[in-house]
């Protein structure tokens, strides 16, 4: 599965941005996906998960609750983050990934990351 993601640019703070992850053609969306972000000097954090099977749920690190937004679109298997009152400390490279199995703790698939930047 080749994730493929859009979206990411330069905002000012307070700003909004929303960032598309896209299966590749022929493969369908895993049911457990999470947006990751990295800044330079820093580590990879995970910022929002969803499960999308019969026990439906997100998740959202703190620094972005009630901020962020994931959701998924199957008929487009596309997943998004809704992004907003970005603050400069929310630039980062965005990457989005999923899990093959979702009783693994490790994501399978990854994408290329979208650099996000907030001034």
């Known amino acids: 599965v080749q994730l493929v993601e859009s979206g990411g640019g330069s905002v000012q703070a307070g700003g909004s941005l929303k960032l598309s992850c896209a299966a590749s053609?022929?493969?369908?969306?895993?049911?457990?996906m999470a947006w990751f972000r990295q800044a330079p000097g820093k580590e990879r954090e995970e910022v929002a998960a969803?499960?999308?099977?019969?026990?439906?749920?997100?998740s959202y690190a703190r620094s972005v609750k009630g901020r962020f937004t994931i959701s998924p679109d199957s008929a487009r298997n596309t997943l998004y983050l809704q992004m907003n009152s970005l603050q400069p400390e929310d630039s980062a490279v965005y990457t989005c990934?999923?899990?093959?199995?979702?009783?693994?703790?490790?994501?399978?698939?990854w994408g290329q990351g979208t650099q996000v930047t907030v001034s």
């Open positions: 053609l022929g493969t369908v969306m895993s049911n457990c």
């Open positions: 990934a999923g899990k093959k199995y979702c009783y693994m703790k490790t994501y399978d698939y």
């Open positions: 969803i499960l999308t099977t019969s026990r439906y749920s997100t």
